[in-house]
Structures are given as C-alpha cells and as structure tokens.
C-alpha cells in the first residue's frame, strides 16, 4: 500500500485503524447474529456488515478501484446466493409443531409414534415446562412429501392430554 501523503507524521499507523474498525465491526455482526430453537439466523447479514466496513476501509486508504470491485462481487454473491437458498428451501418440507401437553412422560411416546407413523422425520425437540403439569414441545419436522399436518393435528387432538397443538412454517431452518 503506498501511506505517501501520510509521511512525516511520527509513530502513524494506518492498519491500527483497520484492525479497530474490524473488531467494532465484529462485535456488531455478532450482535446480528441470532440463535431461534434449532434455526440460526444473521449470519449473512453480519458477513455483509463485516464486508462493508473491509470495502469502506478500502476507499479510505485509496483503493476506488478494488472498492469497487469488491462491491460488484458482493452483490454478485449476495443475489446468486438469495436465489440458491430459494432454489433450496423451496423444495424441504420442514415445520415446527407446538405442542401443549400434560403428563409428558405418558404422552410423549404416543407423539413420536404419530410422527413416525405419518413418515415424518423429527430434526430438534424443545421443551418449556409452563408449570408443574404442562409443557410446551416444539418439534422441528422435515420430510420428503408434504407434511400431512391436518392429519398428524387431528391424530394429535384425540390423545388425553393434549391441550393445544399447531404449527408454523419452518422455511429456511
């Protein structure tokens, strides 16, 4: 790197600054970055940030031209990459059921055994005891076929027990 507008300053050193801007940057992209049951979200994003602060450090040091490039290919990146996520998810079925339920440890084999008899794969459970008797499991479901939901509620409402059952959609888990 040519720093020649920058001589006779005593004891000046350009990549300090960089290595600060790197680490505050760094500290906001881990801020962005966020941990959903079995889902991690905010990584694209805090590699964006990161990126940006690299292609900023670099029009200030001079470099408009590999800036610029630098910018091109981000956006290359980002929009090849949105498309190939699309492409991806759009073809897994996956969802996350939640279940109100009493008397775990009785009803918990009679869930799996509906999820097991409808071909249904179980990727994460998690639990939340609301209070002594009712707990709150959340299932991360994917299969290969679509997911018979309104059948695996209707098997699910005919267990004793069972205070609440639904889903949402888990798209790009």
């Given amino acids: 790197m040519n720093f020649k507008w920058k001589q006779g300053l005593a004891g000046y050193d350009p990549f300090r600054l960089g290595a600060q801007v790197i680490s505050g940057i760094g ?5 962005t970055i966020i941990k959903e ?13 990161w990126t940006a602060a690299c292609i900023g450090l670099s029009v200030g040091s001079g470099l408009y031209y590999e800036a610029a490039a630098a910018t091109v290919f981000l ?21 996350i059921l939640e279940i109100a339920v009493a008397n775990i440890s009785r009803n918990m084999s009679k869930i799996t055994s509906i999820l097991e008899e409808k071909q249904v794969e179980v990727l994460a459970i998690s639990t939340d005891y609301q209070d002594k008797e009712m ?8 299969s290969g076929n ?4 309104s059948e695996i509620l209707s098997k699910l409402s005919g267990i004793y027990g069972v205070k609440d059952a639904k889903y ?3 798209a790009g888990y």
Avoid: C, D, Q
């Avoid at 049951?37 to 940030?49: D, E, F, P, Q, R």
């Avoid at 956006?75 to 969802?95: D, F, G, P, W």
């Avoid at 707990?135 to 994917?142: D, M, R």
């Fill in 27 to 31: 500290f906001l992209g881990a801020g």
């Fill in 37 to 49: 049951g079995a889902t991690v979200k905010g990584l694209t994003t805090a590699a964006s940030i």
């Fill in 75 to 95: 956006m290359i990146a980002l929009r090849t990459l949105r498309v190939l996520e699309h492409y991806l998810v759009k073809n897994k079925n996956a969802m």
């Fill in 135 to 142: 707990v709150k499991i959340e299932f991360l479901l994917e």
């Fill in 146 to 149: 679509s997911i018979p939901i």
């Fill in 168 to 170: 949402k959609s888990a």
